[in-house]
């Protein structure tokens, strides 16, 4: 009898750390945060109750607008930039050359640096007067340029006239962010494409080479379906990763940070913004759901999609 | 001539990744007028490395590193410690519900991290914890993706060897710390560095939740220090070549776990 509960109990003792810890700090969050989301919450906890008020605050607020568009053109360039890098760089690294360890860890060596110190140095290099970027623009013979203080959208400042909003782009701000972060992903997404491209059988490559098949061909017919699921994998970890965007914008831009003009606002810093400077917890939780259920859903795509297969063998 | 072609792309490529490095320890080492000259100077004329010694002065980095330092190996042993634990439960235990409890486990890798700042926030507040070490440390000693590793390392132990150490008169703990954690190492190592790095590189986080200088972690100090001095890059550089530091010497010797863990977990800062 005593031995048949001992039994029960164990895995139970085992376990215990575990589940109090993720039970209080990673379960309960989530409902707490959906149910705060509910109220007029301030600094002094729930004031009033309101249903969806604090959602439909959001979808009236210009500047959640702002910081949803702004993210989005954030995710819309980093994401190709840094799959079309990364894989450039894979299957150069992939084509049987010497020194593949040593370039390995140069390009990894952004992903493991903190973002606090890489802001630093990025915003030096912008520096609109003395940056090391206007240097070498004015090198080769371009105008310099404000990087992380211009609002200007990218295309007005390309055609060099004012456009709609809507197709201005991103800021030339926000672009001084996404080179960063593109430069600083690069070698995460790469070591990722070189452990697919490794995985492709070499059969396949023997035989186009009988074929005579060129170096281009191969890649199209051969190289890319076959890595279509680790390119699939890149493709939403690094969407999911950029909707998270939040420290480069708090530490490159500003006074106050967002700026110049909100043109580099992003969703999380948004949030930050309505809970630590202005106390709208119940506000600032809406747009954290808001958030949640955009990565929930492209992480349900992504789960559909790898059930499927996204290449059949 | 086409390998050749590869390693001259390889090889722009790779200036391309050292020169903001390289320009961050060239800054730290230039006098205050010789880095703001235009056109800048890629060697300084006259190196000064005092400023390593002015930025020291300047914030309380000893005490920031201090700080780092004890989260960083509190959480990582708690990690260690919590997730054998569990592991071990979930790999060779038979219990009703255990699958479910697991899938709950690894269903929670799928929230964002930003979500949980206001959460967070107002729990460690409810809890009088804000400003305080616990918020750093507590939340974070339990890791998801840690027990999933340790679980698959777990599975692959056979049970002759349990058996056997049984019947030499070794308990279920006893096997766990003395043979099932030692024969993972390869998995604990992972699990550890990759603890390491996050603690030590972690901004968000301590930014929301500590406000004092006291237990500020170096990151935040870092941070504040960079908006202070704002246009000093001479110190801001040698500030942030110290802080860089330790993980570019961690990341030189262990390169392989180091990618590895983060593959595998397939978090990306």
């Known amino acids: 009898m005593k031995k048949r509960i001992c039994i029960s109990i164990k895995p139970f003792l085992y376990l215990l750390p575990a589940i109090i810890i993720v039970l209080v700090f990673r379960f309960f969050p989530i409902l707490y945060v959906a149910r705060v989301s509910l109220f007029k919450w301030g600094i002094g906890g729930a004031e009033r109750f309101t249903g969806f008020g604090n959602y439909l605050k959001a979808l009236s607020d210009p500047y959640f607008w702002q910081s949803l568009t702004n993210t989005l053109w954030y995710v819309v360039f980093v994401v190709p930039l840094s799959i079309f890098f990364s894989l450039f760089i894979a299957l150069l690294l992939n084509s049987k050359i010497k020194r593949i360890g040593f370039f390995r860890t140069v390009y990894f060596l952004p992903v493991v640096t903190s973002i606090v110190a890489i802001s630093m140095v990025w915003k030096w290099i912008y520096h609109p007067k003395i940056g090391l970027s206007n240097y070498i623009l004015t090198f080769l013979h371009f105008p310099p340029q404000r990087w992380l203080s211009e609002w200007r959208g990218i295309f007005e400042i390309i055609i060099g006239r004012n456009l709609p909003d809507v197709l201005a782009g991103p800021s030339l701000a926000l672009l001084s962010i996404i080179i960063m972060m593109v430069w600083k992903g690069i070698g995460y997404n790469m070591v990722i494409f070189l452990a697919g491209l490794q995985n492709i059988p070499r059969n396949y490559y023997e035989a186009a080479e009988v074929d005579g098949a060129s170096g281009f061909s191969v890649f199209r017919h051969i190289t890319w379906p076959l890595l279509s699921s680790t390119t699939f994998y890149v493709l939403i970890i690094s969407t999911i990763t950029s909707f998270q965007v939040f420290a480069p914008v708090w530490l490159m831009t500003g006074p106050p940070a967002g700026g110049p003009l909100g043109s580099t606002n992003v969703l999380v810093y948004h949030l930050y913004d309505a809970a630590f400077n202005f106390s709208s917890y119940g506000y600032a939780s809406a747009i954290s759901m808001i958030l949640f259920l955009i990565v929930l859903t492209l992480t349900i795509v992504q789960r559909k999609v790898v059930e499927r297969r996204v290449y059949y063998e | ?269």
Not at chain 2, 72 to 90: D, K, R, W
Request: with cysteine; hydrophobic share 55%.
């Open chain 2, 1 to 269: 001539m086409k390998k050749f072609l590869i390693y001259v792309f390889l090889s722009v490529g790779a200036l391309l990744f050292i020169v903001p490095f390289y320009w961050m320890v060239v800054t730290s080492l230039k006098p205050a007028v010789e880095a703001v000259k235009f056109p800048p100077t890629w060697i300084p004329m006259a190196p000064r490395p005092e400023n390593y010694v002015d930025a020291l002065k300047a914030a309380p980095f000893g005490r920031y590193f201090l700080n780092t330092l004890f989260i960083a190996i509190i959480t990582t042993l708690g990690v260690i410690i919590t997730s054998s634990l569990a592991a071990y439960a979930f790999a060779r235990m038979q219990f009703k519900g255990r699958d479910v409890i697991f899938l709950l486990f690894l269903a929670m890798m799928m929230v964002p991290m930003p979500v949980y700042i206001i959460p967070g926030y107002l729990i460690l507040a409810s809890f009088g914890w804000i400003d305080t070490f616990y918020a750093l440390i507590v939340p974070w000693i339990v890791n998801v993706f840690a027990i999933f590793l340790l679980r698959q390392h777990f599975r692959t132990i056979p049970k002759a060897l349990y058996d056997a150490a049984t019947i030499d008169g070794c308990s279920e703990l006893g096997f766990l710390w003395r043979i099932a954690v030692p024969l993972s190492k390869p998995a604990v190592v992972t699990i550890a560095i990759f603890s390491l790095l996050a603690s030590w590189n972690s901004f968000v986080w301590p930014l929301v939740m500590t406000n004092r200088e006291e237990i500020r972690p170096v990151q935040v100090g870092l941070a504040y220090f960079i908006q202070e001095q704002s246009t000093n890059y001479t110190l801001l550089s040698a500030a942030s070549t110290l802080v860089v530091l330790p993980v570019i010497i961690l990341f030189f010797f262990f390169q392989r776990q180091i990618i590895e863990s983060h593959m595998k977990s397939g978090i990306k800062e």
